[in-house]
C-alpha cells in the first residue's frame, strides 16, 4: 500500500498536456504558481501546495510565469477520497521535505532503498490526510505558534517580549492569535508547558524529588507559581496528580 512507483521533478515549465495516469499523481509546487485544469474544476496553486490527482482524472497544468515541482506517483494510495484535492504545507515545510526524500532515494543507487522509499509512501499520504482537513491560519499566528513551541520549555521565555519584536501592535496580535486558535498567546504558551508536565509527572516513580526539576524543564523557574498553574488545570497538584496515576497504574 502507498507504494511510490515514480519521482520526478519539472523545470521551469510553463504547461503539460491533456494526460492521466494509472496511479494517484501527487503534484508539489516548489516555485511559480499556476492551475490545473479537470473537466469539472479548476485547482489554482502556488508555492507550498501539494495538489492530489486520482488515477485516470485527465488534467493539464499550466502557468502564465511558469512553475517548477517535484511529483510522485503514488500505487495502491489509502485515501479516502476520489476527487482531485489541494492542501498546502506548513510552515516548517514538512511535506516538502518528505517530497524531496522520496525524490532523492527513488532516484539514487542505494542497496535497499525500497525499506525508505516504502516508509516515504506511507509518511506522504499520512500528511494528506493529516492536513486535508487543517484550517489555514495566517501566517503570522503560524509564526507565533512555532516561536512558542521552539521555545516553551526555556524559564527565560517571555512571551510578551516576543510579540512586541513583531511589526504589528501587540493587542492586536494577540486578538487575531485568540481569534483564529481559540485562546492567547499566553494560554497556548501554558496549555504546552502544564501538557508536558503532565506526561513526565505520569512516568515519576519519586515524586518528592522531581517537582522542581520537572516545573524547571516545562519553562517554570518557580516551584509554588509551577503547582498553582498546574491546580488550575487539573484541579489537584503535581504530587497529587502523580500519586493518583502511580495508583491506577
Request: glycine share 4%.
Given at each position: 500500500?502507498?507504494?511510490i512507483v515514480y519521482a520526478g521533478k519539472h523545470l521551469i515549465t510553463f504547461s503539460t498536456k491533456k494526460h492521466c495516469h494509472p496511479e494517484w499523481e501527487l503534484v508539489y509546487c516548489t516555485s511559480g504558481e499556476g492551475q490545473f485544469e479537470f473537466s469539472d474544476r479548476v485547482l489554482k496553486y502556488g508555492v507550498g501546495d501539494l495538489v492530489i490527482i486520482?488515477?485516470?482524472?485527465?488534467?493539464?497544468?499550466?502557468?502564465?510565469?511558469?512553475?517548477?515541482?517535484?511529483?510522485?506517483?503514488?500505487?495502491?494510495?489509502?485515501?479516502?477520497f476520489k476527487e482531485p484535492l489541494m492542501i498546502s504545507d506548513d510552515s516548517e515545510s514538512h511535506v516538502l521535505n518528505a517530497f524531496s526524500d522520496a525524490f532523492y532515494f527513488f532516484n539514487c543507487d542505494m542497496d535497499n532503498k525500497q525499506l525508505v522509499i516504502g516508509a516515504l509512501g506511507?509518511?506522504?499520504?499520512?500528511?494528506?490526510?493529516?492536513?486535508?482537513?487543517v484550517k489555514p491560519v495566517r501566517s503570522v499566528v503560524e509564526e507565533i505558534k512555532n516561536n512558542i513551541m521552539q521555545n516553551f520549555s526555556d524559564c527565560d521565555y517571555k512571551i510578551e517580549k516576543y510579540l512586541r519584536t513583531i511589526p504589528f501592535s501587540y493587542d492586536y496580535l494577540r486578538k487575531l492569535f485568540k481569534s483564529e486558535m481559540g485562546m492567547t498567546p499566553h494560554d497556548?504558551?501554558?496549555?504546552?508547558?502544564?501538557?508536558?508536565?503532565?506526561?513526565?509527572?505520569?512516568?515519576?516513580?519519586?515524586?518528592?524529588?522531581?517537582?522542581?526539576?520537572?516545573?524547571?524543564?516545562?519553562?517554570?523557574?518557580?516551584?509554588?507559581?509551577?503547582?498553582?498553574?498546574?491546580?488550575?488545570?487539573?484541579?489537584?497538584?503535581?504530587?497529587?496528580y502523580a500519586s493518583q496515576k502511580r495508583k491506577e497504574r
Amino acid at each position: 500500500m502507498n507504494n511510490i512507483v515514480y519521482a520526478g521533478k519539472h523545470l521551469i515549465t510553463f504547461s503539460t498536456k491533456k494526460h492521466c495516469h494509472p496511479e494517484w499523481e501527487l503534484v508539489y509546487c516548489t516555485s511559480g504558481e499556476g492551475q490545473f485544469e479537470f473537466s469539472d474544476r479548476v485547482l489554482k496553486y502556488g508555492v507550498g501546495d501539494l495538489v492530489i490527482i486520482p488515477p485516470q482524472i485527465m488534467h493539464i497544468n499550466s502557468s502564465e510565469q511558469g512553475f517548477t515541482n517535484i511529483h510522485i506517483h503514488v500505487a495502491d494510495a489509502t485515501f479516502r477520497f476520489k476527487e482531485p484535492l489541494m492542501i498546502s504545507d506548513d510552515s516548517e515545510s514538512h511535506v516538502l521535505n518528505a517530497f524531496s526524500d522520496a525524490f532523492y532515494f527513488f532516484n539514487c543507487d542505494m542497496d535497499n532503498k525500497q525499506l525508505v522509499i516504502g516508509a516515504l509512501g506511507n509518511l506522504i499520504v499520512n500528511y494528506v490526510t493529516a492536513f486535508r482537513n487543517v484550517k489555514p491560519v495566517r501566517s503570522v499566528v503560524e509564526e507565533i505558534k512555532n516561536n512558542i513551541m521552539q521555545n516553551f520549555s526555556d524559564c527565560d521565555y517571555k512571551i510578551e517580549k516576543y510579540l512586541r519584536t513583531i511589526p504589528f501592535s501587540y493587542d492586536y496580535l494577540r486578538k487575531l492569535f485568540k481569534s483564529e486558535m481559540g485562546m492567547t498567546p499566553h494560554d497556548y504558551l501554558t496549555g504546552l508547558r502544564v501538557q508536558m508536565a503532565e506526561k513526565l509527572l505520569c512516568s515519576m516513580d519519586n515524586v518528592e524529588q522531581n517537582i522542581s526539576e520537572i516545573a524547571y524543564i516545562c519553562g517554570y523557574s518557580d516551584p509554588l507559581y509551577f503547582s498553582r498553574v498546574f491546580k488550575k488545570y487539573f484541579g489537584c497538584s503535581p504530587k497529587n496528580y502523580a500519586s493518583q496515576k502511580r495508583k491506577e497504574r
